[in-house]
């Protein structure tokens, strides 16, 4: 027979267990007919005597207590995977809020946030908007800004270095292209910078970090990135130095209600030690300035 033959080895254990079609049939909403047929075709498939049949009911036959025995201990795996699935959808969850370029940082360092055996889940959510967390839309924020209101908790993080980068290969001495975030979403000093210079020849200005990003690095021109994308990714070089005034730090928002909550906590905690660990990257003192 076919192993995945599964219904039919269900419906075999409940003919066991309720010692006949008729309480089988009732157990199940199938008619007795068909469970009848459907054990006779499942002898026929097995090569076995699976029943003996009499007027008071359906005993098992030697071969049939073999099988039940089997069928049970599938049944009750069958019930963990079941019981495992249902589960996940009760775990906890922590929602962590960040702009686009902290997002590209969080999703590449998932494991120091986050790991299959955790007992909650992780929602990671982007927002180029300054972090409120007022309507509880989330249980952590990273912000480029210290929150002045609000029931939150705040913990001061790293410092954050700004510097322009160009692709591998792209003269940066001998060609001024430059790519920029649009003014009209521009919402941060960094994304502004270029459009505030004068004499910026901007050829590739966009509506999202990401794709500044993707842009620079195809060779479009020279950008203002924060150090811990430029410098974390070889494929970029600094076309000048670090951009002093456009520094800052990043602080980390709990809303107040939550921060107590072990899994809120965890992942906090999780997240400022993954920060501090990378200290280095995000003041830009990784990586060297042109000479």
Same mark, same amino acid.
């Given at each position: 027979?076919?192993?995945?033959?599964?219904?039919?080895?269900?419906?075999?254990?409940?003919?066991?267990?309720? $010692?006949?079609?008729?309480? %089988? %049939?009732? =157990?199940?909403?199938?008619? %007795?007919?068909?469970?009848?047929?459907?054990?006779?075709?499942?002898?026929?498939?097995?090569?076995?005597? #699976?029943?003996?049949?009499?007027?008071?009911?359906?005993?098992?036959?030697?071969?049939?207590?073999? &099988? *039940?025995?089997?069928?049970?201990?599938?049944?009750?795996?069958?019930?963990?995977?079941?019981?495992?699935?249902?589960?996940?959808?009760?775990?906890?969850?922590? +929602? #962590?809020?960040?702009?686009?370029? &902290?997002?590209?940082?969080?999703?590449?360092?998932?494991?120091?946030?986050?790991?299959?055996?955790?007992?909650?889940?992780?929602?990671?959510?982007?927002?180029?908007?300054?972090?409120?967390?007022t309507h509880r839309d989330a249980d952590i924020g990273l912000s480029a800004e210290r929150p002045q209101m609000g029931n939150v908790a705040i913990r001061r993080s790293?410092?954050?270095?700004?510097?322009?980068?160009?692709?591998? $290969?792209?003269?940066?001495?001998?060609?001024?292209?430059?790519?920029? &975030?649009?003014?009209?979403?521009?919402?941060?000093?960094?994304?502004?910078?270029?459009?505030?210079?004068?004499? +910026?020849?901007?050829?590739?200005? *966009?509506?999202?970090?990401?794709?500044?990003?993707?842009?620079? =690095?195809?060779?479009?021109?020279?950008?203002?990135?924060?150090?811990?994308?430029?410098?974390?990714?070889?494929?970029?070089?600094?076309?000048? =130095?670090?951009?002093?005034?456009?520094?800052?730090?990043?602080?980390?928002? #709990?809303?107040?209600?939550?921060?107590?909550?072990?899994?809120?906590?965890?992942?906090?905690?999780?997240?400022?030690?993954?920060?501090?660990?990378?200290?280095?990257?995000?003041?830009?003192?990784?990586?060297?300035?042109?000479?």
């Amino acid at each position: 027979m076919k192993v995945e033959n599964w219904e039919d080895l269900r419906l075999f254990l409940h003919v066991a267990e309720q $010692g006949g079609l008729a309480g %089988a %049939a009732e =157990k199940t909403g199938i008619s %007795a007919p068909t469970i009848g047929r459907r054990m006779l075709a499942l002898e026929r498939a097995t090569g076995r005597a #699976l029943f003996v049949r009499a007027r008071t009911g359906y005993e098992l036959a030697p071969d049939g207590q073999i &099988l *039940v025995n089997r069928v049970r201990a599938m049944h009750e795996a069958a019930r963990d995977i079941v019981d495992w699935r249902e589960m996940v959808h009760s775990m906890p969850i922590v +929602r #962590l809020l960040s702009d686009s370029t &902290l997002s590209c940082f969080t999703a590449v360092s998932l494991r120091h946030l986050w790991t299959p055996q955790d007992a909650f889940r992780v929602c990671f959510k982007t927002s180029e908007a300054a972090v409120d967390l007022t309507h509880r839309d989330a249980d952590i924020g990273l912000s480029a800004e210290r929150p002045q209101m609000g029931n939150v908790a705040i913990r001061r993080s790293v410092a954050v270095a700004y510097a322009p980068y160009c692709a591998q $290969g792209f003269d940066y001495r001998h060609h001024c292209n430059w790519v920029s &975030l649009g003014t009209d979403v521009a919402n941060q000093p960094w994304m502004r910078w270029a459009f505030e210079q004068p004499g +910026r020849y901007i050829t590739n200005w *966009v509506n999202s970090a990401r794709m500044m990003f993707d842009l620079v =690095k195809a060779g479009a021109g020279i950008g203002v990135m924060p150090c811990f994308i430029g410098d974390g990714d070889s494929a970029f070089v600094r076309a000048g =130095k670090v951009i002093e005034e456009l520094g800052h730090h990043i602080w980390i928002v #709990l809303h107040d209600d939550e921060r107590e909550r072990e899994a809120v906590r965890t992942v906090a905690n999780r997240l400022s030690a993954l920060l501090a660990a990378n200290a280095s990257l995000f003041s830009g003192s990784n990586g060297r300035d042109p000479l």
